[in-house]
């Protein structure tokens, strides 16, 4: 049962609180003092705080610099009166959000589910790292979460097979590494893995790089080209972004998948193939299908074994072990011993929307790990990158000058618009900080206006 420590003098409220947190099965110990949550942390552990900020013997920030360890990423600020310094301070030592009193029920229980799933995921996460991590592995893949689970299990037995696979994803799902993962893993291992993009090849020259050419087949053709196909003959063939085939190649490909057997161009002459194909997409074919982009006949084929690759926002559980994996891979490439982020670090990755998602997550890392100060990665590490994101309700992600913006606004909206508490909380001049609201084009709502 989850345990919650609520500190609150007001006995009302307190109450009140304490009646709507048992109605959903918690277990609430309550305090009215600092001194009271004290004796309650010392002699037990929970897993949620809600705390008051002023107390009659003081203030909550003592409670986070006595159990910082026990409190970062677990604790929940509640305030009748946002006095800005305190509520920010709480926030920088980790607290993990405040509610304005009155609390609204949903609000609360909103931020008490997602301390819950966090606590979930960085307890599972340390259980994790204590396994042998080459139970989770499948080639180079690196996962966690059932939905990849789910699909290594597919990519296992069809690497048994000689199926056609098709892998649907967006980019940086991780499409190749499980084509590459599945050609391992499969009786053709011996032989070739061949990739070839078909973004990069341009419309006119499709026949020729796929089904290869005779000499004299055209002007230029001064010797005969093989072609990818009889390239990969024996092995398996990847190709990528097959969504960018133009239709008559679509034909083309159609006939040999069925026949296995390739005509190069302007030859009569059939050539027997052995090849294995596994095709990938970051489109939906079936949409292409409606949109007439793509043929259905050639989509029916490749579909016989589809694998579908969430994206990483949608698998959380898979972030912090790849965090890991490319924590371990960059240390060796840049000379350097980091252990791993710190709380709020892992806060803030699992909140991310990731719209790269895993090479973007790897190529963060690889851009913030020559910045590490520590031996731990840590939130002041992370501003050197030239981008953060954030949950936006456009789920897109935030340049560095948008998320300055926002911060500005939160923090003049949290102070009332008075600039000299909002400067001082930002460390920034008031004539510095009237440049960016100018700038910015920040306008205040309601009643009154910039002082
Ligand atoms: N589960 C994973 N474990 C380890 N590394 C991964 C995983 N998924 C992706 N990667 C890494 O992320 C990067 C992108 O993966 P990959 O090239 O396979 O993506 P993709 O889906 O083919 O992307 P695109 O559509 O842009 O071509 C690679 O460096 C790959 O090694
Ligand atoms: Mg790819």
Known sequence: ?????????????REMLKLKLESRQFQVDEAASIDEAVKKIELNSYDIFILDMMLPDGNSIKLFDMYSDRLK???????????????????????????????SNEMLFAQVTKIMEMNRLVEEHQNFKNEVVSNFTFG??????????RMIERAKILSGTDNIVLIQGETGTGKEVFAQAIHNHSLRN?????????????????????????????????????GRFLQANRGTLFLDEI??????????????????????LKSEKGQKIDIRLIASTNKNLENEVKLKNFRSDLFYRLKESMIILPPLRERIEDILPLTHHYIGLFNTLYGKAIEGISKEVEYYFLNATWPGNVRELKNFIKGVLPFTKNNIIEMDDLSYSAIRQEKTGE???????????????????????????????????????YRKIKEFNIKKEGPGSID
């Open 1 to 13: 049962m989850t345990r919650i420590l609520l500190l609150e003098d007001t006995l009302e409220i």
């Open 73 to 103: 990423g677990k604790s929940i600020i509640i305030t009748g009166n946002p006095s800005i310094p305190t509520v920010v301070e709480a926030i920088k030592k980790g607290a993990v959000n405040y509610l304005e009193k009155p609390v």
């Open 140 to 149: 180079k893949i690196v996962y966690r979460s059932n939905q990849m689970e």
């Open 190 to 226: 011996q032989e070739i893995f061949l990739p070839v993009n078909c973004a990069s090849i341009p419309g006119e020259l499709f026949e020729s790089e796929l089904f290869g050419f005779e000499k004299g087949a055209f002007s230029g053709a001064t010797t005969d080209y093989r």
């Open 243 to 264: 969504g960018e085939l133009p239709l008559h190649i679509q034909a083309k490909l159609l006939r040999v998948l069925d026949e296995q057997v390739i005509y190069r």
């Open 395 to 433: 789920d897109r992600i935030l340049t560095y000058e948008e998320y300055k913006k926002n911060y500005i606004i939160k923090v003049l909206q949290i102070t009332d618009f008075n600039i000299s508490r909002a400067a001082k909380l930002l460390s920034m001049s008031r004539p510095s900080l």
